[in-house]
């Protein structure tokens, strides 16, 4: 089922409509089960949706843009958890690894940090497998105002991720 939900439809600039329509003809295409919600107050975190009534913390889904030696990646993670690097390192065979700078992340997403979209064409993806135990995630469709409502598998199969675990428990 899709439902697309748009109150602020005349608010957007035709880069955030296109965006918006690119990645709704690419999850109906891919026959994703998902919603393109629209709100009207900004959601930057994933307490931000807990607040705006989305769901329970763990169904929030934040985006991260991360630096290695061997470039960018997207990792996804549930709200309620926290990256651990040394895991991605261990599992990637990294060395190195960072948040990229909010400079960095506008560029390689084309969003600001708080609305990067959980789909980054292009971006090797890594969700965290916590997350794929859900049935429903929210995150972020790289428009503010605006929300992507997904079930995770379809998530996954679109981007082709990799799940594995790399997180823990927010303290």
């Known amino acids: 089922m899709t439902e697309i939900q748009n109150y602020q439809q005349g608010a957007l600039s035709a880069g955030e409509a296109a965006r918006l329509k690119n990645l709704r003809d690419a999850l109906q295409a891919a026959h994703a089960d998902f919603s393109l919600l629209a709100h009207d107050l900004p959601t930057r975190s994933a307490q931000d949706g807990v607040e705006q009534g989305f769901g329970a913390l763990a169904s929030m889904a934040p985006t991260f843009i991360l630096r290695a030696e061997t470039g960018y990646l997207a990792a996804i993670i549930r ?93």
């Open 79 to 171: 709200g309620d958890m926290r990256l651990v690097y040394k895991k991605i390192k261990k599992k990637l065979s990294l060395k190195n690894i960072s948040l990229a700078t909010p400079e960095q992340v506008k560029l390689m997403t084309g969003a600001e940090v708080g609305y990067v979209s959980l789909v980054n064409w292009g971006l090797p993806t890594l969700i965290d497998s916590r997350l794929a135990e859900l049935d429903t995630i929210y995150g972020g469709c790289g428009v503010p105002y605006h929300t992507l409502k997904i079930d995770p598998r379809d998530l996954i199969a679109l981007l082709q991720a990799q799940v594995f675990d790399f997180t823990e428990p927010k303290v």
